[in-house]
């Protein structure tokens, strides 16, 4: 991992993904690029030329000096951090960005755990989540002594779920984090007894060849399950497959990954199917 991309807004969210991105950044040898996306309106930018250059100037100089107080950070030493400063006009262009710089990771901070709506979609974490090809590590609260060791993904038997598995074990492999797999057995929707579940995993391993402990979690719905195994374990992250541009409701799971991204106060690391 050679290049972790950090949107900043200057809010303290952003300034806690910082921190967790500088961790990472430490523990692999990688450099930090930080971004902040001015979002300049279309009013400044119809004036003259002479008066576009002067209020851009003015804009420049005005995030340059708050990026000089909010990087000056003891856990940024020793860290290379390239600053990058843009004018966006859709929020997608941080994955254009994100392409340009070679990025590996993207790590952002996101607010609180309130509620769907309020929270993550329709939120700029929600649009860079939706659109990034890259992983999004989606940090919610101060941690500064983030690790990365264990690492939960729920497991199901729809379709993608080999493609799903192959991509968090790949990206748990870079960390040399464990992979826990879990399948969330419920009452209302699919009831398996245990006898039957283990015959239903232990078939599919079989066909797809995949060699891997799926622990088996009872609980009242799949994202209670998931986010209660992972607080059982002490998981580090929970890994939430997406679909891309069509958004967090089209998660390979649904509104079921919706409300994990919301309500977990763990990091969530989202990639892309």
Not at 38 to 63: C, F, H, P, W
Request: charged share 25%.
């Amino acid at each position: 991992m050679k290049n972790i991309l950090v949107p900043i807004d200057f809010s303290e969210h952003s300034e806690y993904a910082l921190e967790v991105a500088a961790i990472i950044a430490q523990k692999k040898g990688s450099r930090l690029t930080v971004l902040h996306m001015i979002g300049i309106s279309e009013a400044i930018l119809a004036k003259d030329e002479t008066q576009e250059m002067e209020e851009a100037r003015y804009y420049m100089n005005l995030v340059k000096e708050r990026f000089s107080t909010f990087l000056d950070k003891e856990y940024l030493k020793d860290i290379e951090v390239t600053q990058i400063v843009q004018n966006y006009k859709i929020f997608n262009e941080i994955n254009q960005v994100a392409e340009e710089q070679e990025i590996d990771l993207i790590v952002m901070g996101s607010h609180g755990t309130s509620g769907l709506k309020d929270v993550f979609v329709g939120s700029n974490t929600e649009k860079v989540v939706r659109t990034s090809n890259v992983p999004v590590l989606v940090i919610k609260e101060h941690m500064p002594s983030f690790k990365m060791e264990k690492m939960v993904l729920a497991w199901h038997f729809r379709d993608g779920c080999v493609e799903n598995y192959r991509k968090a074990r790949d990206f748990a492999d870079g960390f040399k984090a464990k992979l826990c797999l879990v399948y969330i057995n419920t009452p209302a929707y699919n009831f398996l007894s245990t006898h039957e579940a283990e015959d239903k995993l232990s078939q599919f391993m079989y066909n797809t060849g995949i060699r891997e402990e799926v622990k088996i979690y009872n609980d009242y719905s799949v994202e209670k399950g998931i986010l209660n195994y992972a607080e059982s374990i002490r998981a580090d992250v929970i890994a939430v497959p997406t679909h891309g541009r069509q958004g967090l409701a089209h998660f390979v799971m649904g509104s079921i990954g919706e409300d994990i991204a919301n309500h977990s106060k763990k990091p969530v690391i989202t990639f892309r199917m």
